[in-house]
C-alpha cells in the first residue's frame, strides 16, 4: 500500500481526475517546481478571506470552489475537471518517491452520490470505517460526521504503513453537502517520527476551520 489517503480518496470519488476528460493540471510542465501553479481569479466568494499568516499564501480556486492555505515554498500539483478538483501540496520535490514526505491534499468531489449510488455522507463515513480493513493501517481516533451549517462535518486521524515500513499519520477533515452532492476533504499527512513537530508547524494552521473555505 502506499498512501492510505490517496487510495480513500479515489475509492470515494468513483475515479481519477483524468478519468473525466477536460482536466487542468497545474505544473504538468515543471512537475518539481515550487512555484506557485496559475489559479482563477478569486471571485466575491472569497473576498472576505483573511491576510494569510506569515510564512502562508492563500490558494484560491474560483471556478473549483475552494479556498485555503498553504505553506510558502511547496511543491504543488492540481488536477481539475468539472468534478473534480484534487490539489496535493508537498513540502518536498514529488519525485522523491523514496522519501516519504509531508503532504496536504485538499479535494472537491461533485456528483458522488449519483457515481456512488450513496449520499456524500455515507461515503465519508465509510471511508473513515474503510481505514481499519486497510493492511498496515489502523484507526485512532474519529468524530462522527455532525451538523455545521449547510454540511455535515467529521473528522478522523489514522496510521498506517508504508510497504517500505515507514509510518505515516493522517489527520482528514471531511465536508459532505448531501443537497449538492458534493464532498470536500482536506488532508495533512507526515511520517509518524515527523508528526508532532509537522503539526505544530504547519497541521493546526492548515486544518484550521478559519483557514479553508469548500464550498458545494
Known amino acids: 500500500m502506499k498512501y492510505l489517503i490517496i487510495a480513500l480518496l479515489m475509492f470515494v470519488a468513483g475515479c481519477s481526475p483524468s478519468d473525466e476528460g477536460d482536466n487542468k493540471s497545474a505544473n504538468d510542465n515543471d512537475a518539481h517546481s515550487n512555484t506557485p501553479a496559475p489559479t482563477p481569479d478569486s471571485s466575491a466568494q472569497f473576498a472576505d478571506l483573511p491576510e494569510a499568516p506569515e510564512g502562508f499564501r492563500w490558494i484560491k480556486d474560483a471556478d473549483a470552489k475552494i479556498a485555503f492555505l498553504a ?100 489527520h482528514s477533515i471531511y465536508i459532505a453537502y448531501d443537497d449538492a452532492d458534493v464532498l470536500c476533504t482536506i488532508t495533512f499527512e507526515a511520517p509518524a517520527d515527523e508528526w508532532n513537530e509537522a503539526w505544530t508547524t504547519y497541521g493546526q494552521t492548515l486544518l484550521d476551520a478559519h483557514n479553508y473555505r469548500l464550498l458545494p
Open 71 to 170: 505553506p510558502k515554498g511547496w511543491h504543488e500539483h492540481a488536477e481539475t475537471n468539472p468534478l473534480i478538483a484534487h490539489y496535493t501540496l508537498s513540502k518536498h520535490a514529488p519525485d522523491m518517491t523514496d522519501t516519504p514526505t509531508i503532504h496536504l491534499l485538499v479535494g472537491r468531489y461533485a456528483e458522488i452520490g449519483k457515481h456512488k449510488g450513496q449520499p456524500p455522507s455515507a461515503m465519508a463515513t465509510l471511508a473513515t470505517e474503510m481505514i481499519s480493513k486497510l493492511p498496515g493501517a489502523h484507526l485512532i481516533e474519529s468524530q462522527e460526521l455532525t451538523q455545521v451549517g449547510d454540511a455535515m462535518v467529521g473528522y478522523d486521524r489514522s496510521e498506517n504503513t508504508l510497504d517500505n515500513g515507514i509510518r505515516m499519520m493522517t
